[in-house]
């Protein structure tokens, strides 16, 4: 018996996190962590970076990145003026960077977790979520079999439980939407109720993504300037795609 919670029968569908992630296969899965994983890959991709995603800000994580010739993410309290951390602002001023390791337990581990299962991964935000859709239905097009779900990474709190979070229900839902207006049908419920979502607040932001929990404690650590580019909305033109560990326009 199918599982009630895979959407099945839809060509679009939505859910949360990495258990959603798992519950809900498809072909295609655009993962959505606007503050601010995916974020960060799109603006490092717009500036000619290849990113690779890492499940762990630990030791191992410098193993990795020497391996793989790459520069290492730090956190935001530790890259001062000139480093590179999760911040798409120290990312957007970084020079002579080729490839990157980006540790994050949210966005990149769906990721990862996603691809390992076979997917094909997008990451999407609120900045290329139109490019990403154009792709995306690019792709459902030239196969009628393949269908596509858009995961909303959300936050935690201090329990591990998972935290929805406004800001990835909208960059889902801009996604989805926009597979919409590109004729992909049908969208699950859930991916109907994340598009309404979206278009609800499309003509009030960036505003309200600095008012969301979300926007309001980076602004509360000094990071208001990331908010800042998690809200251009449409801004970047291309889609950063997961392949062989490494997220590469698409």
């Known amino acids: 018996m199918t599982s009630p919670y895979a959407q099945s029968g839809y060509r ?36 000619g970076i290849e990113v690779l995603p890492y499940r762990w800000r630990d030791e191992s994580a410098k193993a990795f990145a020497e391996k793989h010739d790459a520069v290492l993410a730090v956190g935001r309290g530790q890259a001062g003026a000139d480093g590179i951390s999760l911040s798409p602002v120290s990312i957007r001023r970084a020079r002579d960077v080729q490839r990157l390791v980006l540790p994050s337990p949210n966005g990149s581990t769906i990721s990862q977790q996603l691809s390992d299962s076979g997917s094909t991964v997008l990451a999407v935000s609120l900045r290329n979520a139109s490019a990403a859709a154009a792709w995306a239905a690019a792709k459902l097009t030239e196969d009628a079999a393949l269908t596509v779900v858009a995961i909303a990474a959300g936050e935690r709190w201090t329990d591990g439980s998972l935290r929805p979070a406004v800001e990835d229900l909208w960059g889902a839902g801009g996604f989805l939407a926009a597979l919409a207006d590109r004729g992909v049908a049908p969208l699950s419920p859930e991916a109907r109720a994340a598009a309404s979502a979206y278009r609800d607040v499309v003509d009030e932001l960036p505003q309200l993504l600095h008012e969301c929990a979300g926007g309001r404690e980076l602004t509360a650590y000094g990071f208001a300037a990331d908010v800042a580019i998690a809200a251009e909305v449409d801004g970047s033109q291309l889609v950063p795609v997961l392949r062989n560990g490494v997220f590469r326009i698409g």
């Open 12 to 47: 679009a569908a939505f859910d949360w996190g990495p258990v959603g992630a798992a519950a809900v296969r498809a072909d295609l899965v655009a993962v959505v962590d606007v503050l601010s994983f995916t974020t960060a890959v799109t603006v490092a991709v717009d500036q």
